[in-house]
Structure formats: structure tokens, C-alpha cells
């Protein structure tokens, strides 16, 4: 039997639940994830804890064992920029091709107030779960990285 517990900033985790929630996205995102200090400022984020605009995360069982994590982010922008931006969807490697990513999708797409924008790498299979879903791809993404020192590269 499948349940879904939704946690926010009024329906925290407590340590050994958020510490699961890390894990699992840490394990289960693979190649697509990000070091394990950046998932859980991801997650606090979404929990607001400490100056954030919040979020929330939805977690997914099969029997006692957690199934799926999906984080979504306020952005506290509206119109020109999605409200939401989900941040991260995993799905347990044993668990997949079951529709349990889709069904969190929509769970997620229906908990979010307001539009909600992904990123997704051009070889992670699951786009092509996002552009069944309705997603489309509007713009091409591209990033101004500095240096540790702040220091701007230049190519020209």
C-alpha cells in the first residue's frame, strides 16, 4: 500500500525523517544529483528553516520503505519567473518503471500554488516523463559561473 506524507513549514520532519529524506535523494538521484550538503540546504529551504521563501517535499512509501522524494522550492516570483521550481524527483532504482515518478509529479504539480518550472539534463530518461506530464521547454539555460574569489572569466 502506497502512502504519501507531505512535510512544510507548518509539517516538519524530524532529524531521523529529514536525514531519510537526504539519503535517499542523495542515493537515488545518481548521476543527476548533487553533493549531499547541497540536497539538504535544498530541503531546508523548502522547510524554511532559516530565511527562505519555503516549499515543501512530498515522500512516497511502498509498504514502510520510502519510494520516491519529490522537493519543490518557492521561487517568490510570479509571472515572468514560475512560482515553484522542482528542485529534485527521485525514485528508488528498485521501484522504477511502476508509475510511482509520474504519480508524484501530478501530486506535486497539485500541491504547488502557482506554475512550476524543472530543470532536467538532456540524457536523463525522465524527460521524457516531463514532456508526457505537459512540460515544455521554453528556454535554453545557461549560467554565468564566477570563481571562489569572485573573479569573472573571460573568453574573448
Known amino acids: 500500500m502506497r502512502k504519501i506524507k507531505l512535510f512544510n513549514e507548518e509539517n516538519k520532519p524530524n532529524l531521523k525523517e529529514k536525514e531519510q529524506i537526504v539519503n535517499f535523494l542523495f542515493h537515488h538521484l545518481e548521476n543527476f544529483g548533487d553533493a549531499k550538503q547541497d540536497i539538504e540546504k535544498v530541503v531546508n529551504f523548502a522547510l524554511k528553516e532559516g530565511p527562505s521563501f519555503g516549499g515543501f517535499v512530498l515522500q512516497s512509501f511502498e509498504n514502510e520503505d520510502t519510494a520516491c522524494v519529490v522537493v519543490v522550492n518557492k521561487t517568490g516570483m510570479k509571472g515572468y519567473i514560475p512560482e515553484n521550481i522542482l528542485v529534485y524527483i527521485a525514485t528508488h532504482h528498485d521501484m522504477r518503471g511502476k508509475g510511482i515518478g509520474k504519480e508524484m509529479m501530478l501530486k506535486a504539480l497539485e500541491t504547488a500554488e502557482g506554475n512550476v518550472a524543472l530543470h532536467v539534463e538532456p ?3 525522465a524527460r521524457y516523463l516531463y514532456e508526457k506530464i505537459g512540460f515544455t521547454n521554453k528556454y535554453l539555460e545557461m549560467r554565468y559561473l564566477k570563481n571562489s574569489n ?7
Open 123 to 125: 540524457d536523463n530518461p
Open 150 to 156: 569572485g573573479i569573472y572569466h573571460t573568453k574573448c
